[in-house]
């Protein structure tokens, strides 16, 4: 009895490793050699962002691990200090616009529409909740607003026609509030 049980444990734990290996195979992307500067050293950013793009699989919004990406992202940003946070946010909101781009690729434009909205919330708490950041001696940090500002409010122009009149006006008032922060910062 006992070595029954231990084989199906074991035939458990093997299932469980095979779908793992399976999803690292569906999951893996090229991953190109670190950029090295003149002095042939490795800057910390750069090791920092290429482990972030290995561990980090582009799980979307309609994989069942997606659940992970977001957990992650919600540790970050309470770890984050302020200025981090809005650098996060931004980050964030443009993980969610290229998230709503793949799901319209793919024909799941309700989910798309849905990310979206959320692609602009982050964009919005970056704006609008770290205002006092932003308004102090931050130039750099504001113009990472304003870039990601207009380049959301380009790139849901440029998906507008993918959607139906209904999902295209939400969309609309999307792109309105996203120029109204354009014009208040």
């Given at each position: 009895?006992?070595?029954?049980?231990h084989l199906?444990?074991?035939?458990?734990m093997f299932?469980l490793?095979?779908?793992?290996?399976?999803?690292s195979?569906?999951k893996?992307t090229?991953?190109?050699?670190?950029?090295?500067?003149e002095?042939?050293?490795?800057?910390?950013?750069?090791?920092?962002t290429?482990l972030?793009?290995?561990?980090?699989?582009?799980?979307?919004?309609?994989?069942?691990?997606f659940?992970?990406?977001?957990?992650?992202?919600?540790?970050?940003?309470?770890?984050?200090?302020?200025?981090?946070?809005?650098?996060?946010?931004?980050?964030?909101?443009n993980?969610?616009?290229?998230?709503a781009?793949?799901?319209?690729?793919?024909?799941?434009?309700?989910?798309?529409?849905?990310?979206?909205?959320?692609?602009?919330?982050y964009?919005?708490?970056?704006?609008?909740?770290?205002?006092?950041?932003?308004?102090?001696?931050?130039?750099?940090?504001?113009?990472?607003?304003?870039?990601?500002?207009s380049?959301?409010?380009?790139?849901?122009?440029?998906?507008?026609?993918?959607?139906?009149?209904?999902?295209?006006s939400?969309?609309?008032?999307l792109?309105?509030?996203?120029?109204?922060?354009e014009?208040?910062?």
């Amino acid at each position: 009895m006992i070595k029954l049980q231990h084989l199906v444990i074991a035939a458990g734990m093997f299932l469980l490793a095979l779908f793992i290996l399976a999803v690292s195979f569906w999951k893996l992307t090229y991953v190109s050699p670190l950029p090295v500067d003149e002095a042939n050293t490795l800057s910390h950013v750069s090791v920092q962002t290429r482990l972030q793009q290995i561990f980090t699989p582009p799980y979307l919004p309609d994989s069942p691990l997606f659940l992970s990406v977001v957990l992650s992202d919600r540790i970050r940003l309470a770890l984050a200090s302020p200025n981090q946070k809005v650098s996060e946010e931004l980050r964030l909101g443009n993980d969610r616009l290229w998230a709503a781009q793949q799901l319209v690729a793919r024909g799941r434009k309700t989910l798309a529409l849905t990310t979206l909205s959320k692609a602009e919330k982050y964009v919005m708490l970056a704006s609008g909740d770290n205002a006092h950041i932003l308004n102090s001696s931050h130039e750099q940090l504001h113009t990472q607003v304003l870039n990601t500002i207009s380049n959301h409010i380009d790139q849901m122009i440029a998906m507008k026609p993918y959607f139906n009149s209904a999902q295209a006006s939400t969309i609309d008032a999307l792109i309105t509030q996203m120029k109204g922060l354009e014009t208040t910062r």
